[in-house]
């Protein structure tokens, strides 16, 4: 197992969530992609499967793209940073990142910012799964999905969305699973049997090259 | 006189997975003593983290082993990762905070080398500007490797990994 910490969390010691985008001169998924495939490579591993919830569901649908063959199990993941709203109502999220990392697109204040516009529109791909997807990719996704998250009716239609118009519908996979009605991360039971299914997936792909 | 006691903030912030258990303990304390206090709550409340993190601690998988000759396979560190120690410690021994396994210095981020041996190990780039990229890699020599990214965090109970390698 490869466990990586968000370097973009060094930015400011009360960032809670920054989905692993890097800073403006600093791209960190394809970084983190290579030590990924490096570290596999190391030590004998032939199949690689990312992971993680929410904000880390984000990050590893988005490295997971960047290896081809990989498998990604992505637990009720925000799929674009810009609309992403804390506990489903609040743009505070959105506003601490803007503040910390692009203060000049709130020109000079984030508080009359208006997030209703895509302010992350010019910041390429890292910033929103839908738009990297939206160019064919070579991995492979379970997008696993608690039906009572509020991310169950945005991210994964906006997933399914961009997979099927890239033709590469056959390449995500569902695993839906009773959770309550919040945002929280799987209990080791939940995260076992969607693993069970990643593992059981990678085993029927080609090794990743 | 003491101060009554009150709940802060890392009392009232509960992840999903800890939820359960103290929903149960709350109830055998009820149970027992038709009350609860809030030291019972807090008592009850750092018991149900240890069982939740033991529990996640306990979640194996099946992997299937990587074959001999890869699981034989070792790569040498090269010039781009230098260890502050060297090498692994067993997975066995890993720390609950992982800081204990070799703290390894990648000065260069495009040729990152870890060890191939089994064993658990750190690896750390410095970016300019002090801000790291900081990885723990556990080699138990499977076919597959998982790995993991973590979502939001409260900065006031999680901290980011140090550069302490003990």
Redesign the interface.
Known sequence: ???????????D?????AW?TG?KD?E?QP??A???V????????????????????F??LQ?SALVPGSVCLAFNPSTSIHGYLSDGTSTG?QRTYVKVLYPELAGGNVWAMDFTDDWAAGLGDRMSVRKRYATPRENYVIYADNPNDWHHDIDLPALKEVMTATGSAERLRVHSYE??K?H?????RQ??EA??KA?AW??ELPPVS | MADKPVLNQYDRSL???E??ELVQRIASVLDKHGALTVADYRRELHEARNDSRR??G??T????K??PA??S?T?PVKSGSTPVNSGTIPAQDLAPN?LNAPLHQVAD??S?????ELGVAR?RHT?T???????????????????????????KRYT??NSASR
């Open positions: 197992m490869m466990f990586f910490s968000d370097p973009t969390l060094w930015t010691p009360t960032f809670q969530l692993y800073w600093q960190v970084l983190i290579d030590w990924a490096r570290a596999a490579h190391a030590v004998g591993a032939s199949r690689i499967i990312f992971t993680g919830s929410s904000g880390g569901g990050a590893a490295v999220t959770g309550p919040s929280v991360p799987p209990n080791p995260f076992k693993m069970a593992l990678c085993r | 992840e999903g997975f939820l359960e529990r996640l306990e979640v998988l099946d992997l299937p990587a074959s890869l699981n396979r790569v992982g981020a495009d990152f080398a870890p060890v191939g690896y970016f500007g002090d801000r790291h990229l900081d990885a723990l890699l556990v080699n138990k020599g499977t076919e597959v490797l998982i790995v993991t990214f973590h979502g939001a965090l409260d900065r980011l990994p």
